[in-house]
């Protein structure tokens, strides 16, 4: 069932930087008190540990003052934002990785966060999704804004019993609350998207803050969402990868079903960079891969190949590759063939616990990527891949003090001083 408005939805684009004062109005007076305090810049800690074994490495680059386990990371311009089950936010500046700012508030652990302009939007497992903002008065200050639904929205709807529904038994709420975590935001075209583990997808208008739809989109909790131009694709438990679209003035309607295994939760989707391969992340350590076939809502299995020896938590694709992050705590790395199979060119591993999210981008310096993990050790680590030299299929530089390659012949790690 889909629940949404009949206003008309407007493409809004928020071109502000996220960390640069903004001139514009706005109905939040900046003489209300900061939920957040200034933070000192620190150093990045640099651990140091002991070489490994031929097949294994650590990572020299560790970035530690999370509280609690790192759920999710964001990437916006030369800032990096991380959070955690300890309900904290740090904003980290790069090229140095210095805490630039820390931030947070609520009664639940961030579950996953994006940036849009100046702002931060982060979701709870209070079921809430909150806005926070960035201070004219200071850059590196954080302001809540406002928690969704706004208040706005909630008095225009709860007087009406139309507005409900049933979340379970003698439980009801409107139909723009979620009932449950939050456990993943996307977004695309002026739109946030929050996916839960009450089932539902519910599509928010950044502009005004108005939830516009709730769509019954699964029949277990939403662990993943990823938006590709205009197209929302939702993993969920129920093994199932759905795709969303809508017409210019339409609500989002079902384009497509991608069949996962019987029984095995999907925990992560990610899509390439042309729309045509989408990958999903399973708690049988399995990754799966479906090639568009023909007009959208045809798919074809292309790819199944067990990845890990436990469930796969969280994956990201960047160009030819994709990297999928483990509860065994390693890193696979993967290689896209033609016909969207995956090979894998090695296995990263320095995490002392299961790795929840990744992220990657432009290492700005020759080819490759750099490529950020958080894990349910508190800590994020960062890595900068190449495939450049000769035989080696993927080489990873430690904060360019020791290079790390596979050679694909004999399947090992080999060091390659710089």
């Given at each position: 069932?889909?629940?949404?408005?009949?206003?008309?939805?407007?493409?809004?684009?928020?071109?502000?930087?996220?960390?640069?004062?903004?001139?514009?109005?706005?109905?939040?007076?900046?003489?209300?008190?900061?939920?957040?305090?200034?933070?000192?810049?620190?150093?990045?800690?640099y651990q140091f540990p002991t070489m490994p074994d031929s097949g294994s490495y650590r990572s020299l680059a560790v970035l530690p003052g999370h509280v609690g386990s790192v759920s999710c990371l964001a990437l916006c311009g030369e800032f990096i934002l991380s959070a955690s089950q300890g309900k904290d936010i740090?904003?980290?500046?790069?090229?140095?990785?210095?805490?630039?700012?820390?931030?947070?508030?609520?009664?639940?652990?961030?579950?996953?966060?994006?940036?849009?302009?100046?702002?931060?939007?982060?979701?709870?497992?209070?079921?809430?999704?909150?806005v926070w903002k960035v201070?004219?008065?200071?850059?590196?200050?954080?302001?809540?804004?406002?928690?969704?639904?706004?208040?706005?929205?909630?008095?225009?709807?709860?007087?009406?019993?139309?507005?409900?529904?049933?979340?379970?038994?003698?439980?009801?709420?409107?139909w723009i609350e979620h009932a449950d975590s939050i456990s993943c935001l996307a977004i695309c075209n002026g739109m946030i998207y929050s996916g839960s583990?009450?089932?539902?997808?519910?599509?928010?208008?950044?502009?005004?803050?108005?939830?516009?739809?709730?769509?019954?989109?699964?029949?277990?909790?939403?662990?993943?969402?990823?938006?590709h131009k205009g197209i929302v694709y939702s993993a969920s438990a129920d093994g199932k990868i759905k795709v969303w679209g809508k017409e210019e003035k339409s609500s989002h309607c079902l384009k497509g079903v991608l069949e996962g295994h019987k029984d095995v939760s999907l925990n992560s989707v990610i899509v390439s960079e042309d729309g045509r391969l989408v990958y999903g992340g399973g708690s049988d350590g399995c990754v799966m891969g479906w090639e568009e076939d023909g007009e959208l809502g045809n798919w074809k299995l292309v790819c199944e190949i067990k990845a890990h020896q436990m469930a796969v938590?969280?994956?990201c694709i960047m160009e030819d590759f994709v990297c999928s992050g483990s509860a065994d705590k390693?890193?696979?790395?993967?290689?896209?063939?033609?016909?969207?199979?995956?090979?894998?060119?090695?296995?990263?591993?320095?995490?002392?616990?299961?790795?929840?999210?990744?992220?990657?981008?432009?290492?700005?310096?020759?080819?490759?990527?750099?490529?950020?993990?958080?894990?349910?050790?508190k800590s994020i680590r960062r890595l900068r891949a190449f495939a450049v030299l000769p035989s080696i299929d993927l080489v990873v530089i430690e904060e360019i003090t020791r290079i790390w390659g596979v050679n694909r012949e004999k399947a090992l790690w080999k060091s390659y001083w710089s």
């Open positions: 069932m889909v629940y949404s408005t009949n206003s008309h939805i407007s493409e809004t684009t928020v071109s502000t930087p996220l960390l640069s004062t903004t001139t514009s109005g706005s109905s939040d007076s900046d003489d209300s008190p900061p939920t957040s305090h200034r933070f000192a810049p620190k150093d990045v800690i740090i904003v980290w500046q790069q090229p140095d990785l210095r805490q630039f700012a820390k931030f947070g508030q609520g009664d639940g652990s961030v579950k996953a966060l994006v940036t849009v302009g100046n702002q931060v939007f982060t979701a709870h497992q209070d079921s809430r999704i909150r201070s004219r008065n200071s850059e590196n200050i954080f302001r809540l804004v406002a928690t969704l639904p706004t208040t706005k929205d909630y008095l225009t709807k709860f007087m009406k019993q139309k507005n409900y529904v049933q979340t379970r038994r003698h439980h009801r709420h409107l583990w009450d089932k539902t997808l519910k599509v928010w208008r950044v502009s005004d803050l108005k939830c516009l739809e709730s769509i019954k989109a699964h029949d277990d909790a939403i662990n993943g969402l990823v938006t938590l969280c994956m390693s890193i696979g790395m993967w290689k896209r063939e033609v016909g969207g199979g995956l090979c894998n060119v090695g296995v990263i591993r320095g995490h002392e616990g299961p790795v929840k999210c990744l992220q990657a981008s432009p290492s700005g310096v020759g080819t490759g990527f750099l490529l950020y993990s958080g894990g349910l050790d």
